[in-house]
């Protein structure tokens, strides 16, 4: 009966708040802190966002922040269900590592280390991560989403990209990223563990 009562719970993430599954509707699913094979660090670093959802969302006014303080404000844009929209510094490919965003930004930094926070319109917060030398970043690496339904703020639901893009690093912008897994084991193990905390 227990078994049973658990994986029912264990496939209903939106009937567990602050535990290791997230229902946020849009996610932070990926991003270049280090790159290398760009013509500047600035130029190869972007960040990818997933619709977590099955309804169309309207990116409008909607922010990313940092911990310095500098925002991207996007404009209008219909983000369709289960689908990825990259942001990044430069739009360029001969630039940029090598692969074409769906927004280019200007005056905000990636770092080895310090956050990024998602913010619906009004301010709102939607998403939001804060990273450390504890999470798997590594030059020329994205970090990624094991899984964009779990919760967001723990390196445990990060890795390293396992597969090549562009000019040579290694990331999936604006695909299902490399490392994705949904096993039913790994989501009793995120539900037993929110749980017991």
């Given at each position: 009966m227990i078994f049973v009562f658990l994986m029912i719970i264990v496939q209903t993430p939106s009937m567990i708040?602050?535990?290791?599954?997230?229902?946020?509707?849009?996610?932070?699913?990926?991003?270049?802190?280090?790159?290398?094979?760009?013509?500047?660090?600035?130029?190869?670093?972007?960040?990818?966002?997933?619709?977590?959802?099955?309804?169309?969302?309207?990116?409008?006014?909607?922010?990313?922040?940092?911990?310095?303080?500098?925002?991207?404000?996007l404009s209008t844009y219909l983000l369709p269900p289960s689908s990825y929209f990259v942001l990044a510094a430069c739009g360029n490919e001969s630039l940029n590592?090598?692969?074409?965003?769906?927004?280019?930004?200007?005056?905000?930094?990636?770092?080895?280390?310090?956050?990024?926070?998602?913010?619906?319109?009004?301010?709102?917060?939607?998403?939001?991560?804060?990273?450390?030398?504890?999470?798997?970043?590594?030059?020329?690496?994205?970090?990624?989403?094991?899984?964009?339904?779990?919760?967001?703020n723990i390196a445990s639901t990060w890795d390293v990209a396992t597969l090549t893009y562009g000019d040579g690093d290694m990331g999936t912008p604006g695909v299902q990223n490399s490392v994705y897994e949904n096993s039913f084991a790994q989501n009793s193990w995120a539900f037993i563990k929110a749980f017991v905390e």
């Open positions: 708040s602050g535990g290791v599954l997230s229902s946020n509707s849009v996610v932070i699913n990926e991003f270049m802190a280090s790159p290398l094979s760009s013509c500047t660090e600035t130029d190869g670093e972007w960040i990818e966002l997933y619709n977590n959802t099955n309804d169309w969302i309207n990116l409008s006014g909607w922010k990313l922040e940092n911990n310095y303080g500098q925002e991207i404000v590592g090598g692969h074409t965003p769906d927004y280019v930004y200007s005056d905000f930094c990636i770092n080895e280390s310090g956050s990024i926070t998602l913010f619906c319109n009004p301010r709102v917060m939607i998403d939001g991560i804060e990273y450390d030398n504890s999470w798997p970043i590594l030059p020329g690496i994205s970090c990624e989403r094991v899984n964009p339904g779990w919760v967001s």
